[in-house]
């Protein structure tokens, strides 16, 4: 009998999170647990062996140096549930997943989204640093109100959404990485695409192609995923702000090999944005969504301030974007774009101080911030008809 939900988790060389990360899982859910683990060494057998007396869990280990898309496309490959979620190895879900993916199912929903531009509940691993407030984050759970309402949500319109806010991350895009996603439009983007992961960042490239999929998404405002945070991974490093250097000197980029044509208009360097806005473009031509152009005016705005040590390669993209287009619509979009940067950077610091989480402290796992989370929110309630 195929399961309600697979929690599945690609992971690479942070294996002192993902035990814990299992064993949480495990213990707070019924779900399917797929692990495709492509660090160079496998799980040691002291801390495998316990976890895989449970029979929910199929753990796979692969030290083949593969690109992070593979190793996507091969843990989807494993699963077997109804509703599929991806998480990294340092995160974790949130309470009441599995009573959402069970609601879902009933009311033929497709795709559930939690957060979209501010995380209601993530973690901070102890280790983590901050450029600014030091070890002010580790070991912490941060947690913002919500109100459990479901919203719906139009997939394409948050295509263009994202799309117009280029490095801005997912957005309210419905998503396989964290968020709740049915195996039927899984299914349907593989038929039409030939596979759901792409670009080099696979969670915004399966999102634009779960979204042009999906029938029927919707927006629950609880925390049924917790976004983690170690310092070995790109949250950790953008709160040290260690996430820029050479793109191909990255061993994330490498794995790629000689196969990966960069996109000219995305300046070429290691940034998240950069990144991001990469993925994004190609999962757009693979699907021939023309009508979801991306600003890239806007992109450049916040680059340059952003990375001025990078400005070079930016200008180099600037002018070609702009020898297709013209100066007077890339003045016009990076005067809009800077103005909008700067209007979310205020949110971004009315959030932080003037409307500040919820924080608890001395938490050493993922496990101890799912227990101390559970506690704190109410159990999710479904809507009524």
């Not at 994330?252 to 473009?281: A, C, M």
């Amino acid at each position: 009998m195929r399961p309600l939900l697979s929690i599945v988790i690609p992971s690479s060389n942070r294996q002192h999170y993902l035990a814990s990360v299992i064993e949480t899982l495990l213990r707070v859910t019924q779900a399917e647990v797929i692990v495709r683990d492509n660090s160079d060494q496998p799980l040691s057998e002291a801390a495998l062996a316990p976890l895989q007396m449970n029979s929910r869990l199929t753990y796979a280990h692969d030290a083949t140096k593969i690109s992070v898309v593979d190793n996507f496309e091969r843990a989807l490959a494993m699963a077997s549930g109804e509703y599929l979620m991806f998480i990294g190895d340092d995160d974790c879900v949130g309470p009441c997943v599995e009573e959402i993916a069970a609601w879902a199912k009933v009311n033929d929903i497709d795709a559930i989204v939690s957060y979209t531009d501010r995380f209601i509940a993530n973690y901070f691993w102890p280790g983590v640093r901050s450029k600014y407030f030091a070890d002010g984050y580790a070991g912490k759970l941060f947690i913002s109100p919500s109100s459990g309402r479901v919203e719906n949500l139009d997939a394409m319109s948050t295509i263009v959404s994202a799309a117009n806010r280029p490095g801005g991350g997912l957005r309210n895009m419905p998503r396989a990485y964290h968020g709740l996603i049915s195996r039927r439009v899984v299914d349907r983007v593989i038929e039409k695409n030939g596979h759901l992961f792409g670009g080099v960042s696979p969670d915004i490239y399966s999102a634009v192609m779960l979204s042009a999929e999906a029938r029927r998404a919707v927006r629950i405002d609880y925390p049924f995923v917790i976004p983690g945070a170690s310092a070995q991974s790109t949250a950790g490093e953008g709160a040290a702000r260690q996430d820029q250097d050479d793109l191909r000197a990255r061993d994330h980029i490498k794995r790629f090999g000689p196969r990966l044509i960069w996109e000219d208009r995305v300046p070429e360097f290691y940034s998240p944005e950069n990144v991001w806005t990469y993925s994004l473009q190609r999962a757009l031509s693979d699907r021939q969504l023309v009508g979801c152009p991306v600003n890239y005016p806007r992109l450049y705005a916040k680059l340059y301030f952003q990375y001025p040590a990078r400005r070079d390669a930016i200008k180099q993209s600037a002018n070609l974007w702009i020898s297709q287009n013209g100066y007077l619509r890339f003045g016009l979009g990076a005067l809009r774009g800077a103005y909008a940067e700067l209007l979310l950077q205020f949110r971004r610091v009315w959030f932080r101080f003037g409307t500040p989480p919820t924080e608890i402290a001395g938490l050493e796992t993922v496990g101890a911030a799912y227990d101390a989370l559970s506690k704190a929110v109410p159990v999710w309630q479904p809507p009524k008809p």
